[in-house]
């Protein structure tokens, strides 16, 4: 289960076959913060990047099932917003949270 901009349910939900999961980020898994996983969910998801729900990694079997086949960390999320994302849909404020969220990573040392 994921959520997508095209998506159908009230949060965007839809499904996607597993073969597709490589193309969805697993957010909960790159970030415990509920505030960076609610900013950076919505980010995804406007510039067209799917995400796993959040539900779907609570039980730590299908998190370790996910994670060998859906993006579930900042590199890997990096280059799936460069290869895929269109940053053309995100609003100023959007941008600048995504910046500031990647250089405080790159201060720390986590990209």
């Not at 039980?59 to 940053?87: A, S």
Request: aromatic share 4%; charged share 25%.
């Amino acid at each position: 289960p994921i959520c997508s901009k095209d998506g159908v349910g009230d949060n965007g939900e839809t499904i996607v076959p597993l073969i597709h999961a490589s193309k969805c980020v697993a957010v909960t898994c790159i970030s415990p913060e509920t505030d960076v996983v609610k900013s950076l969910s919505e980010l995804l998801t406007d510039c067209g990047i799917d995400i796993i729900q959040h539900d779907a990694v609570t039980d730590n079997r299908i998190t370790r099932l996910l994670k060998t086949f859906c993006v579930h960390n900042n590199e890997e999320m990096l280059k799936i917003l460069y290869e895929r994302g269109n940053m053309d849909s995100l609003t100023g404020v959007q941008r600048h949270d995504l910046l500031a969220y990647f250089s405080v990573l790159s201060v720390k040392g986590g990209v």
